[in-house]
């Protein structure tokens, strides 16, 4: 029986700064930014543009993810503030949430260094497709709810806590297709396509395609597909992946920000009649089998195989939940406390609409009371959280939280 989890296709190096609004207050001075300067759309060719486009995303609340010219430029801005190094990627993010409730994954990637040697769960077995060591740190931004920054005519006030994401990731965007990739395919339970965002060239797009669709020939007929979506660099470029692939995606994830991104219109997240209006406009934008969009006040599966994800909704909203209160530190016992938590009204109206009026089935958030959220990397663990629901791992971390508890029941009888 196939029972492996395959994760891919990229994993990054994230420096992770420690929000300072005071610091973002005297580069905003420092460079006479003003307010009606602000844009989420300036080429980032330089840490002035970045200052603009982090103020212009904080000023709305909204999250991102953003080229920039070079590295230097996340080097220059990091060097600003206190940064941890960990590790992104929605399959490495996705993998470290399986890895601590005990269910081990393989992880392709394009890109290795020491630092991904250091962090990578032990847990993970590795494809990759890397010659070479190589590092393109994504700067990571986690702004809180309510933070203010001083600009040179006024300030801007965050309604929301979000994460950006700045890069400029030549392995990444390479995308190179490991040979291993298809035998590791062969003994899959499920599989995660996610990273061709960051691609930006047409033609090497297809390419890597080609080479992923025939590695994706060894899947078992059974294996469930994930394809994960995210702020595509080029734009255009997501039609060309759904061309080739959505007739073997199983399930079709995105946020809030991208499902906005792709009706170009803001959408009320609490309105159940224009999350239905937007649903069911995504879903015939993207015929997905299921349709999956995951906020901080629901998530919910549209299209025809959608009542068959309730599980991994229910999984996937509750290991979210879990490392937005907790950080990387969550651990089985954890989720456990998470579920005794209240739902969200809003949301569970909102997705009562849905179920009624379209072909859906979803589940409402947890209402979390923390001082100190963790927003990054929490769309990547709600894939991961999905994912722990495959039978196959299900059966898995079942195994391991028995071991677990036979191992304290060993101790405290010694």
Not at 41 to 47: A, G, K, L, S
Not at 85 to 98: D, H, K, M, P
Not at 124 to 152: F, K, N, W
Not at 287 to 311: D, E
Request: proline share 4%; charged share 20%.
């Amino acid at each position: 029986m196939a029972e492996d989890l395959v994760l891919g296709l990229g994993g990054t190096v994230d420096y992770e700064i420690r929000w300072d609004a005071a610091v973002l207050s005297a580069l905003a001075e420092g460079y006479g930014i003003r307010s009606d300067e602000l844009t989420t759309t300036t080429p980032i060719i330089d840490e002035r543009a970045l200052v603009v486009t982090v103020l212009a995303f904080l000023a709305t609340g909204g999250g991102g993810e953003r080229f920039v010219l070079s590295s230097d430029i996340v080097e220059r801005f990091a060097a600003h503030f206190d940064v941890e190094i960990t590790l992104g990627g929605t399959g490495v993010r996705a993998g470290i949430a399986l890895d601590r409730i005990g269910v081990p994954t393989v992880q392709h990637l394009v890109s290795i260094d020491d630092n991904v040697r250091r962090l990578l769960p032990r847990s993970m077995r590795v494809v990759s497709s890397a010659t070479r060591d190589t590092l393109d740190p994504h700067l990571i931004v986690q702004y809180p709810e309510g933070t203010t920054v001083r600009l040179v005519d006024a300030e801007v006030t965050a309604p929301s806590s979000n994460r950006l994401i700045f890069a400029n990731d030549a392995p990444n965007r390479e995308m190179a297709i490991a040979a291993e990739l298809a035998d590791a395919l062969a003994d899959a339970a499920a599989f995660l396509v996610s990273g061709f965002n960051t691609m930006q060239d047409a033609d090497l797009l297809a390419r890597r395609l080609d080479d992923l669709v025939a590695a994706m020939r060894r899947l078992p007929a059974d294996a469930l597909v994930y394809y994960e979506d995210a702020g595509f660099y080029q734009r255009e470029l997501s039609a060309v992946v759904r061309a080739r692939l959505l007739d073997r995606i199983d399930v079709y994830g995105m946020n809030e920000d991208e499902l906005q991104e792709y009706l170009a219109r803001p959408v009320d997240l609490l309105s159940p009649d224009d999350v239905v209006a937007a649903l069911a406009e995504a879903h015939a934008l993207i015929p997905a089998r299921a349709l999956v969009v995951h906020t901080k006040y629901w998530a919910i599966a549209v299209g025809p195989r959608a009542a068959a994800h309730r599980p991994g909704l229910e999984s996937a909203v509750r290991t979210a939940a879990t490392r937005y209160r907790l950080g990387d530190a969550c651990t089985a016992a954890d989720l456990d406390e998470t579920a005794r938590l209240p739902r969200h009204a809003g949301g569970a109206a909102v997705v009562a609409e849905a179920e009624r009026v379209l072909s859906a089935a979803g589940v409402a958030a947890f209402v979390v009371d923390t001082p100190h959220p963790t927003t990054i990397g929490l769309g990547d663990t709600f894939v991961g959280g999905f994912l722990a629901a495959v039978p196959a791992a299900a059966r898995i971390a079942t195994a391991a939280a028995l071991g677990r508890a036979l191992d304290a029941a060993a101790m405290i009888a010694r």
